[in-house]
């Protein structure tokens, strides 16, 4: 009979996904000989047999792989003379020798939340990994928290340190056994152990669960850092953890054992079930339901983060102590999450009434991803654990690597080459060094993890972000892209958009090619270029940084210096309610400084107005995170539906510009009038998303494309978001926001090296065509 011998190379995530299992299952049911091993960044081998089973064979490597696998080629030749011999079977090798072309970037598989067979395990007293915490298989457990170096084997993991046992080694060695070359095996014989204080194992454990009863907080090292836990229904406990970790006001993430749980504490659709069963496991930002945990779970907000455990060690906790947990990153505030044991137990040793430790070492920081739902789309706030660093798609191929240097908040960085990208996990704020010397090691890591060198890194135009201040740092070559054109360019990369669209990008600031701050833009735009058709009013923000932070100023800004278009301000009459309650002398300097012009930078932010509004509204005056006046107003405005407040468009400078003065003018009216603050901030969401329609509107009235891409941090606000798409699609449009790549500036480094890589391919392989400024 005619026998058909070809080698084979699967590209993709096929790393540390049980993908040489399932080949060696796939080749073994088909009766093929040969082998398949870990290459490089790959999977390559040799199979032989009958040319169909052959065949079908490749035709189940592209279209049934794992779970977690993510293949992105299958390629087939014609093998060497040198084949197998003929009934010797079918097996998995240690390694093989390279018989192709090496492929960039490699893929690194993101860690997998502890699957069910595992769970079913853990609390099954008659299996030997009972009560043991670090159970895993080939179908989850760590990946990227622990790869040291590719190809995918224990020996480079941190699991390295921990030789099997001959009962794992069997199960590592038995194709029949889901652990079949599970590299993280381990078990209480052979893995890592617990470790509190003096204790080990189930003791530590005991020590943990008793500490969390009492109501003390338990630092615990989880998956990519440590996590701070305490009892989400002890109030005292919540508020000795905020004063502790200088977090007075941002939300609690929540974990709960199971769905039911979480059905109590919020409300829960089918699109928000699968996010939170998800192997990915992320946090999901959910209304809150009729059963409230305390009030400084999450302040200022009915909405609250919950997620399900994502280890063993995790389900052992919440099954001990039965009830809902806080379970934050291991930080101070504007810290990167702790990793090293010595380093977290400095660091938190002020925060923490007890350390749960293990002796697994965490290779690569990752913090958990955050995730919301609007309508049945599952939109990212934080890409982190389960999720990074796993590729995206570019749709425009750059010649030559490219990295995203990212902006200055909630800063990721993105390395891309040959139409993959490879969005890094969250970060944090860089103006913190720890938080900065914690990129510049992340961006090594995955530099040599993926194999690419950058050969261009695209930037911000802000020379003061240290994001940007880096990238003159790398010797390489540089390409500024626009800030709010980035944003735009990730929602339209993600979604493989070449053609020109029409972008709404709201966020807080972010500097414009006129050298003025933006953050209220509406633009026709595509990868390459773009051009602003439409923008808010501009606004002082005095004292610059202080108006962020003081939503106070923000709102004099707006009362007394907004842009001069043709409408007066409100009467003083309207005002007085507000002004009256302000600082006298702090509101009278900042008066002064508006009316002199003194460190007033002007702005065109629709963020900033959502500050301005909750200020208006008695609802926040000054903030301990971004976006926390957003928050309240997003809140107070609940569901509640309303008529919109006044407003007015205006042609200026060949743009359409929405002049809020009429809005806050009907909205201090109606105020003075008695009109409940909710119904207030209920009228304001619905103004703005009316406002957007209406701009957008006259553009395409004008000749813009009808397909639209919304992004920035505006549009975490899930009412915004809703309306503005509601409203643009009953216009017959199109419209696009992000779902993998956060639509704040944790995108923003995807859609620089978007933006890069479509000018890198529209001058050609020469980098030296590109214009160095946007």
């Known amino acids: 009979m005619k026998r058909a011998v070809r080698d084979f190379q699967v590209t993709g995530i096929v790393q540390g996904v049980g993908f040489r299992p399932f080949v060696h299952r796939t080749a073994t049911s088909l009766r093929l000989d040969g082998w398949v091993a870990n290459v490089d960044g790959h999977v390559q081998g040799t199979v032989a047999g009958v040319p169909d089973d052959v065949e079908e064979f490749a035709r189940c490597l592209r279209s049934a792989p794992p779970p977690l696998a993510r293949v992105r080629a299958v390629r087939m030749a014609d093998a060497p003379t040198t084949s197998p011999t003929p009934g010797s079977g079918f097996e998995v090798r240690a390694g093989g020798p390279r018989r192709w072309p090496a492929v960039r970037p490699r893929e690194i598989p993101p860690d997998a939340a502890t699957c069910p067979a595992c769970v079913t395990e853990l609390f099954d007293p008659h299996d030997r990994r009972h009560r043991y915490p670090f159970v895993n298989c080939a179908d989850c457990g760590p990946r990227a928290t622990i790869i040291e170096d590719l190809p995918y084997d224990r020996v480079r993991t941190t699991m390295r340190r921990f030789p099997m046992c001959d009962g794992c080694a069997a199960e590592y060695a038995d194709p029949g056994d889901r652990r079949f070359h599970a590299e993280p095996i381990a078990c209480a014989a052979c893995g890592p152990q617990l470790c509190w204080e003096d204790l080990r194992g189930e003791a530590a454990l005991q020590a943990a669960v008793g500490a969390v009863q009492e109501g003390r907080i338990v630092a615990v090292k989880g998956l990519g850092g440590y996590q701070l836990v305490c009892d989400a229904t002890a109030d005292e406990a919540v508020v000795r953890l905020r004063l502790r970790k200088r977090r007075p006001g941002k939300a609690f993430a929540v974990m709960v054992r199971d769905l039911d749980a979480a059905r109590c504490l919020a409300r829960i659709g089918s699109t928000a ?196 201040r880096w990238a003159h740092t790398t010797g390489r070559r540089r390409i500024p892209v626009q800030h709010h054109h980035a944003h735009l360019a990730a929602c339209a990369a993600e979604h493989g958009l070449t053609r020109p669209f029409t972008g709404v990008a709201y966020d807080g600031l972010g500097l414009g090619d006129d050298g003025t701050l933006w953050g209220g833009e509406v633009m026709v735009a595509d990868l390459v270029s773009y051009r602003r058709v439409g923008r808010f009013a501009t606004a002082p923000l005095p004292g610059g940084d202080a108006a962020v932070r003081h939503p106070w100023r923000a ?155 919304l992004a920035g941090g505006c549009f975490v606000n899930r009412r915004l978001l809703a309306d503005v798409r509601r409203l643009l699609r009953a216009q017959g449009l199109h419209v696009l926001v992000g779902r993998a790549v956060p639509v704040g500036d944790g995108g923003i480094s995807y859609g620089q090296a978007a933006v890069a890589a479509a000018r890198l391919a529209a001058a050609g392989t020469s980098t030296t065509g590109v214009r160095e400024r946007e």
């Open 555 to 709: 709102a004099l800004g707006h009362l007394y210096g907004a842009e001069p278009l043709g409408v007066p301000g409100p009467a003083g009459e309207l005002t007085r309610e507000f002004t009256e309650r302000l600082d006298p002398v702090g509101a009278t300097t900042v008066r002064a400084m508006i009316e002199r012009g003194i460190n007033c930078p002007r702005a065109s932010s629709a963020g900033r107005l959502f500050d301005a509004v909750a200020s208006l509204l008695g609802l926040v005056d000054s903030v301990s995170y971004e976006g926390e006046a957003a928050v309240a107003l997003e809140s107070a405005a609940g569901r509640i539906r309303v008529v919109a407040l006044d407003r007015r468009l205006v042609r200026a400078g060949g743009l359409w510009v929405y002049d809020p003065v009429p809005t806050l003018t009907d909205l201090l009216a109606r105020r003075a009038h008695g009109e409940p603050v909710p119904a207030l901030a209920a009228a304001f969401h619905r103004t703005v998303a009316e406002v957007t329609a209406e701009l957008v509107g006259r553009a395409v009235e004008s000749g813009a494309p009808r397909t639209v891409c």
């Open 273 to 468: 079930r699968e996010a939170l069963t998800s192997p990915v496991r992320p946090v999901v930002l959910l209304t809150a339901g009729a059963v409230r945990l305390p009030t400084a779970v999450h302040p200022g907000t009915d909405r609250i983060g919950l997620f399900l455990p994502t280890t063993g060690l995790h389900h052992l906790l919440l099954a001990a102590l039965d009830r809902p947990l806080v379970v934050t990153s291991g930080n101070t505030a504007d810290e990167p999450i702790a990793v090293d044991d010595t380093i977290a137990r400095q660091d938190l040793g002020g925060v923490a009434d007890g350390f749960l430790g293990h002796d697994r070492p965490i290779r690569s920081r990752y913090d958990d991803s955050v995730v919301q739902v609007s309508g049945r789309t599952v939109v990212t706030v934080r890409r982190a654990r389960g999720l990074a660093p796993a590729p995206l798609r570019l749709p425009r191929r750059a010649s030559v690597p490219v990295a995203g240097a990212g902006a200055q908040l909630k800063h990721t960085f993105t390395l891309a080459e040959d139409g993959r990208a490879h969005l890094a996990a969250h970060t944090g704020d860089l103006a913190n060094p720890a938080t900065y010397e914690a990129f510049r090691s992340s961006y090594a890591d995955l530099c040599a993890l993926t194999g690419i060198t950058p050969h261009v890194v695209a930037h911000d135009l802000h020379p003061g972000y240290l994001s940007t």
